[in-house]
């Protein structure tokens, strides 16, 4: 159906000047919308091509999206697409954001913390009331999932887009959930079935369950307050911090406790539901790959989950809804063993981080009927309605670097900033431009990077060219572990766990390894630059009053370190290409290297090469993403490097007497003082950053000589915070 609606209707040039699609058809009594997710080449295959409505229906007038950054985003495009004006909330450290730039208004809720603008409940009900919004969609996140919240705007006659308050509290409240879901039929975790009072009845429980256990915050979701423990002291510790963490980021800190299934995958059902009665499923997500209980990457469908399987999970899925009266799009997530058992682990009532793939594979505008269905409108689908129809990834692009525990937050300005939208088949969700700020105070996510294709193989392809294409500078990012992980071979096979990075990576991620010929493919590519760069800086273009004429050279003898291994090698450029020659093989380079754009797609012996020169140094050092990983490179002439053997080595600092800080964050506690004594593994403090708390430890026994901070401080990566005599 997509294929041929695309086929006989035209491209047309939107006001960014970029190529798109946008249609509106009337097809037996119901309106379709589509919108191209790339720009000219290859099939089009659109974004909501299977959307639906019923042709005059009424919609609200004007909707104020109480969030921020890209999910702000995404609901304002559906929203400008439907004709209804959109109401944006911001801090005041969100005053340039693209969120607030983009909606029809934009109101001031508080200043940059959550707890003093976007937690801020009688601000936005404020906002909401001066604007007269009719209606509030809450995002994801925040008070997306606050019964209180959804009851104040019914009690103003606003609509609340999400399911209603009732179901918010049975289903946000795990321990309540599970009950009802046991109740419903649906396949349970063995657990206990009430709420943890203490650190104490916590140990008691987990012995009683058996270990591993799984603490978590009974309102928790997105990987908070959540946390396995594997013997008592981790299950006390386990308690402490996720309760912690829950109060902070829920405002409630209520502790549930679980059996941890260990290795199991991870495979969610997104349903859909109306004021009627009625609901349907939307396929699964395959969610699996996670760090520290969040979702890297997501798929949809699951390559592990066949027909008869895919209906069993979604029938239970819709009954739960159903059990309690949901009335939105909503998430329920299961967790499944290696023998296709699936078992309830909680219903996310709200709109889910990853539904873009589901809308890949449905063609279904998710957040266009959490409108119809909050405007009282019954669905326009029957379960026959909803398709398989190809294949979608997600990867979430993050402000993180990847090498410290599989991703700490990262702060900074975007410098360069280009997403990869001129890729066929690629979507970006994201909240930020060039030149935006990552701050401390919210989350590190960049954007949503979305492929689709025919097939899981087509879509991890296209998945690739969008990673290697990404520019993104300004702060750390975590591309070089996304772009691992979709050409390893157990991913690429669909053997995959909730442990899959423990697994892959057991000594934490350590950048692209490469192979002796891609090592050699990169040398010679740093060569060629290094030999144009040279030949650039002997060229005088369009200074006809300089009377200088230079011979340019054609050879150059070099050495380039790379990898701690040394290269030496023989540059020559010849016939509009550079021949590098590494021992008796000879590497033929294009010269199609520009340095005006960050970006080069170069042949080397006439396989094409995407790489990104992140950066320039002095003396000829370049840092070069190939394969995802960022490369140090230095190039030295062969006079160069044999002076360079004399230069002394840099001595590595001992880190083992400090605690540093590991990102930037705010301390929320300091549990030791000058003259103490500290045992080896000893916990000294605990950071709190993008709402995560991380508990910080000294590597060695000793006695504490100095405390550089105190509780409340701010502290940047790097700080000093704790020194041993």
């Known amino acids: ?40 080449g290859a099939r089009l295959k659109q974004m909501y091509w299977n959307d639906k409505s019923v042709e005059g229906e009424p919609m609200f007038e004007k909707v104020l999206i109480a969030n921020r950054g890209e999910i702000a985003c995404r609901v304002i495009k559906t929203c400008r697409r439907l004709g209804i004006k959109t109401v944006a909330v911001h801090s005041e450290a969100d005053s340039m954001a693209v969120h607030k730039r983009m909606a029809d208004e934009a109101v001031c809720i508080g200043p940059a913390p959550t707890s003093q603008s976007y937690l801020v409940m009688d601000n936005i009900l404020k906002a909401v009331k001066d604007t ?194 949901y009335d939105s799009a909503g998430t329920v997530e299961f967790l499944v063993d290696s023998q296709k058992n699936f078992y309830f682990l909680e219903m996310n009532t709200r709109l889910q981080v990853e539904h873009p793939i589901t809308e890949m594979i449905t063609g279904i505008d998710i957040v266009h009927q959490m409108l119809r269905s909050g405007k009282g409108h019954e669905l326009a689908y029957k379960q026959a309605d909803v398709p398989v129809d190809g294949w979608a990834l997600e990867c979430r692009v993050y402000a993180e670097d990847p090498y410290k525990n599989f991703g700490m937050p990262s702060i900074g300005r975007l410098t360069k900033y280009i997403e990869p939208l001129h890729i066929p088949n690629v979507r970006c969700d994201s909240g930020i431009q060039e030149g935006s700020q990552i701050s401390i105070y919210y989350d ?111 050879s150059w003898k070099l050495e380039v370190h790379l990898n701690n291994e040394d290269v030496k090698l023989n540059v020559t450029t010849k016939d509009n290409k550079f021949e590098v020659q590494i021992g008796e093989r000879v590497y033929k380079v294009a010269d199609t290297i520009s340095f005006s754009t960050p970006l080069m797609d170069i042949k080397v012996d006439g396989q094409s090469h995407l790489i990104q020169l992140t950066e320039r140094l002095g003396g000829n050092r370049y840092r070069i993403r190939y394969h995802g990983t960022v490369f140090p490179i230095s190039i030295m002439d062969e006079q160069v490097a044999q002076l360079n053997d004399y230069m002394p080595e840099k001595v590595t600092l001992d880190t083992s007497t400090v605690v540093l800080a590991p990102m930037p964050g705010v301390l929320k506690s300091v549990s030791v003082s000058v003259g103490d004594s500290v045992a080896e593994g000893q916990e000294v403090a605990v950071l709190e950053a993008m709402k995560m708390q991380n508990s910080l430890v000294v590597a060695k026994s000793g006695k504490i000589k100095k405390v550089n901070y105190k509780m409340g401080d701010t502290v940047d990566e790097g700080d000093i915070l704790v020194e041993l005599e």
């Open 1 to 40: 159906m997509a294929t041929g609606i695309a086929s006989r209707i035209p491209a047309v040039v939107s006001g960014s000047g970029k190529l798109c699609l946008s249609i509106r058809l009337k097809v037996a009594n119901t309106q379709q919308y589509g919108r191209s997710i790339y720009t000219s």
């Open 132 to 325: 007269g919004a009719q209606a509030v969609h809450p995002g994801y996140g925040f008070l997306s999932e606050n019964t209180k919240f959804a009851a104040a705007l019914a009690d103003m006659g606003v609509q609340f887009i999400g399911p209603n308050s009732k179901a918010i509290h049975a289903m946000g409240d795990k321990i309540e959930s599970k009950r009802i879901a046991s109740a419903a039929k649906v396949n349970m975790i063995p657990g206990h079935d009430g709420v943890v009072q203490d650190a104490e009845h916590c140990v008691k429980l987990a012995n009683e369950i058996g270990y591993p256990v799984m603490v978590k915050a009974t309102a928790g979701g997105g990987g908070k307050g959540m946390r396995i423990a594997w013997n008592d002291k981790e299950c006390r510790t386990a308690f402490r911090l996720s309760s912690q963490e829950a109060a902070s980021s829920f405002g409630d800190d209520r502790m549930l406790i679980e059996k941890f299934i260990d290795n199991p995958r991870h495979i969610e059902i997104q349903v859909l539901c109306d004021k009627h009665g009625n609901g349907v499923w939307l396929n699964e997500r395959e969610c699996s790959i996670q760090r520290r209980n969040q979702k890297v990457l997501e798929e949809a469908p699951s390559s592990f989950v066949d027909p008869v399987m895919r209906k069993k999970m979604g029938d239970q899925a819709v009954q739960l809804a159903k059990a309690v009266g």
């Open 444 to 554: 590190p996510m960049i954007c949503k990077l979305v492929t689709y294709g025919a097939s899981r193989t087509e879509a991890l392809n296209t998945m690739v060219t969008a990673l290697d294409s990404y520019v993104i500078k300004g702060v750390t990012h975590n591309i070089p572990l996304l772009r691992d992980i979709i050409t390893e071979k157990t991913f690429v096979a669909g053997d995959i766990t909730t442990k899959y990075l423990q697994k892959t990576f057991p000594d934490g991620f350590q950048g692209k390894v490469l192979s002796e010929t891609e090592k050699h493919e990169l040398t010679a590519l740093a060569a060629a630059l290094y030999a144009k760069e040279q030949l650039i800086a002997r060229s005088f273009k369009n200074q006809s009053r300089i009377p200088m004429k230079t011979e340019l050279p054609t």
